[in-house]
């Protein structure tokens, strides 16, 4: 077989050396790809964590009610997951790395209308936007990486993915305060968000030449029913959670809630009956028929439920409470990211060794961390050294390094291959809908005792956390055992 474009006259070593250089020059391109892919990652990662250390700049910038706050942060989370069920599928219809720039397009867009967003409404009406964006860069840029790298390409091409996701979790809250101290001219708080755009742009910029274009034969139509009805479920949902303390609970609160519970219902009648036909859902009914994927779903959002709320709180305490400006808030940021950082690069070999159980005592150390916080919070209020908190943000890093991964993992573990990216789709999904509604409920308990101060409504915080921790160290019980009947030896 000939290179197209190669004469096959030619002697036999220079037609080798000329495939050879055709190869090492597809090699290049494909590599070449994936520092774009990886800035968008970067970025909405980024976005997510960052906004943590800004919020009460935000909050006195725009005169933002408590309600507005948890929406910047819960709003992200909220379009993220609805979007994030059929931008996969959108991608292989009308191609992946168009999907991905539409992605970025977006994201862009959306990041310059919260860098210049004149009131609260504009803000958060930008940050859905951005959960919108971020959701087709994310799910695009998993595709992209299945189709253009295979066998140990891929798994280093993975690597470099979860180590950026690292990069910006970890980084986005020092960050963030990194930029407000800066001030860059006179600011404040936007150039988190404007920042987004110049590097959002070279990316954008840089994709049709870099970024293979790929589709899916015979790809699925887009469920628009389905859609629509879990868009209406969970903003039904979310909607009372954050507005109805505020507004005292008006009667359209509980009727609300009541509604999310019969447009679920609706919804999961007409995924079954779509399936039925031979139609494709957004929600395939059969990867929710075995008890190890459900029991997988529930701890997920059970334990997102706990991440991004426990952010939101620990930036208000720090910073309302104690009156850290926000460098030295996210100085206190970073002290929980080395303990997910240490606990982090050995849960891959523990998980292979101890699976479920190695999620069982991340979570009871996540509860513990709530624990020492809680009891350091209690003894010092708002003032005393800021170094007694230590022990707790440690404890509690570790307790996420140790879930993470080895969840994600135990899930897909015990998955038919088959299905194992519609079940990461899914476990994605329960990941950004768990931030969403955990920063509501967890808002509910915070702001709700605020009367009191901000020692006590984060002390009142820290024990539904702790809670939720215990709750996940069960339900991490139902999963099932590794698959290796007998424990391996650890890598030195």
Not at 42 to 69: C, E, K, R
Not at 179 to 207: C, H, K, Q, S, Y
Not at 214 to 219: E, F, L, N, P
């Amino acid at each position: 077989m000939t290179v197209p474009g190669l004469d096959a006259r030619k002697p036999a070593d220079e037609r080798s050396a000329t495939r050879s250089r055709v190869a090492a020059e597809a090699h290049t391109g494909r590599w070449l790809a994936l520092p774009v892919l990886m800035a968008g990652t970067f970025l909405i990662v980024l976005d997510f964590f960052v906004v943590n250390v800004t919020i009460p700049s935000m909050q006195a910038g725009l005169h933002a009610s408590s309600s507005a706050v948890e929406w910047v942060v819960a709003g992200y989370g909220l379009t993220f997951a609805v979007f994030l069920m059929s931008a996969g599928r959108l991608g292989d219809r009308i191609g992946r790395r168009r999907a991905f720039s539409g992605g970025l397009a977006v994201f862009v867009v959306a990041s310059a209308a919260c860098g210049l967003a004149p009131d609260a409404r504009v803000l958060i009406g930008a940050r859905l936007a951005q959960g919108v964006g971020a959701a087709l860069i994310s799910a695009n840029v998993l595709s992209i990486i299945g189709v253009l790298y295979t066998g140990a390409r891929r798994v280093r091409a993975i690597t470099v993915y979860g180590m950026v996701m690292g990069a910006g979790a970890v980084g986005g809250q020092l960050a963030g305060g990194l930029l407000i101290e800066a001030n860059i001219a006179g600011g404040g708080w936007r150039p988190i968000f404007l920042l987004n755009v110049p590097v959002g742009l070279a990316a954008l910029a840089l994709a049709p030449g870099l970024v293979p274009e790929s589709r899916a034969q015979g790809a699925k139509r887009i469920d628009g029913v389905g859609m629509a009805l879990v868009t209406l479920a969970l903003t039904a949902l979310v909607l009372p959670l954050v507005e109805g303390r505020q507004q005292g609970w008006p009667a359209w609160t509980w009727v609300s809630l009541g509604a999310a519970a019969i447009l679920l219902c609706c919804l999961a009648i007409h995924q079954r009956w779509l399936a039925g036909r031979g139609g494709a859902p957004l929600l395939d009914p059969a990867l929710f028929g075995t008890g190890t994927l459900r029991a997988g779903l529930v701890t997920q959002l059970s334990f997102w439920c706990g991440q991004a709320a426990l952010f939101l709180v620990l930036a208000l305490y720090l910073q309302d409470g104690r009156g850290l400006d926000p460098l030295r808030a996210g100085l206190v940021f970073a002290i929980l990211a080395a303990g997910y950082l240490a606990a982090s690069l050995r849960a891959p070999a523990l998980t292979l060794r101890f699976g479920r159980d190695l999620i069982t005592v991340g979570a009871l150390c996540l509860a513990s961390g709530d624990g020492a916080l809680l009891a350091a919070v209690a003894h010092q209020g708002t003032g005393g050294p800021v170094w007694l908190l230590a022990p707790g943000l440690l404890l509690i890093g570790a307790g996420q390094g140790l879930c993470i991964t080895p969840l994600t993992a135990t899930v897909l573990s015990h998955t038919d291959p088959q299905r194992a990216g519609a079940v990461s789709g899914v476990l994605s999904t329960m990941q950004q809908l768990g931030n969403a509604l955990g920063v509501a409920v967890t808002g509910l308990v915070f702001f709700g005792a605020l009367a009191g101060g901000y020692a006590d409504a984060f002390a009142r915080s820290l024990m539904e956390l702790a809670c939720l921790a215990v709750a996940v160290a069960a339900l991490a019980r139902i999963l099932p055992p590794p698959l290796q009947t007998r424990y391996p030896r650890l890598p030195s």
